[in-house]
T-cell receptor
Framework: GIQVEQSPPDLILQEGANSTLRCNFSDSVNNLQWFHQNPWGQLINLFYIPSGTKQNGRLSATTVATERYSLLYISSSQTTDSGVYFCAVEPGGKLIFGQGTELSVKP | GAVVSQHPSRVICKSGTSVKIECRSLDFQATTMFWYRQFPKQSLMLMATSNEGSKATYEQGVEKDKFLINHASLTLSTLTVTSAHPEDSSFYIC???????????????FGPGTRLTVL
């Protein structure tokens, strides 16, 4: 089956710093989503981005489908950005999640 | 928009009992619902997919007689963990995909999760 790899697995930032999270996937997909899981477990949809670039405030994402990777950019990080960031791909009707990047933003 | 709720948020039960978890789409019609489980420090693993009015499709390795899923309406799916044991302790999360002003059919919307502890 399709493999989804995220890097780095862990990241510690000082408040105000920028970061880039990466998601590689092993096969063509119809759908790619980025999620933020907050410390209470809630998954929040960040982006639906099977290709191209999108921006939402301090967050932006780029997917290069032909090269099978996606990047999530976080600028001017805040402590509320802490949590786990997952990418998930959908090769056919169901989401396959990566292992996540655990982000900790220190004040 | 596109809100999914789960109830209860946390449950503790004795070994051998059954536990029911409800998942509701509040402002859209959920044509498909998904159930995941997540162990500490791990990713989400899909357990089953259900379409309204149909039997659920279970992923390989998931016991359908242990994890009973019912998707009786376009806004409600339930997961019943039968004869729960300590190894069933986990974080169970549902998601929904559907139609409505607040929802996109391309996206899964996730509930807040239910933390099950079996003693």
């Amino acid at each position: 089956g399709i493999q989804v790899e995220q890097s780095p697995p862990d990241l510690i930032l000082q408040e105000g710093a920028n970061s880039t999270l990466r998601c590689n996937f092993s096969d063509s997909v119809n759908n790619l989503q980025w999620f933020h899981q907050n410390p209470w477990g809630q998954l929040i949809n960040l982006f639906y981005i099977p290709s191209g670039t999108k921006q939402n405030g301090r967050l932006s994402a780029t997917t290069v489908a032909t090269e099978r990777y996606s990047l999530l950019y976080i600028s001017s990080s805040q402590t509320t950005d802490s949590g786990v960031y997952f990418c998930a791909v959908e090769p056919g009707g169901k989401l396959i999640f990566g292992q996540g990047t655990e982000l900790s933003v220190k004040p | 928009g596109a809100v999914v709720s789960q109830h209860p948020s946390r449950v503790i039960c004795k070994s051998g009992t059954s536990v029911k978890i409800e998942c509701r789409s509040l402002d859209f019609q959920a044509t498909t619902m998904f159930w995941y489980r997540q162990f500490p420090k791990q990713s989400l693993m899909l357990m089953a997919t259900s379409n309204e009015g149909s039997k659920a499709t279970y992923e390989q390795g998931v016991e359908k007689d242990k994890f009973l899923i019912n998707h009786a309406s376009l806004t409600l799916s339930t997961l019943t963990v039968t004869s729960a044991h300590p190894e069933d302790s986990s974080f169970y999360i549902c998601s929904a995909r559907g139609i409505g002003q607040e929802a996109s059919t391309d996206t899964q919307y996730f509930g807040p999760g239910t933390r099950l502890t079996v003693l």
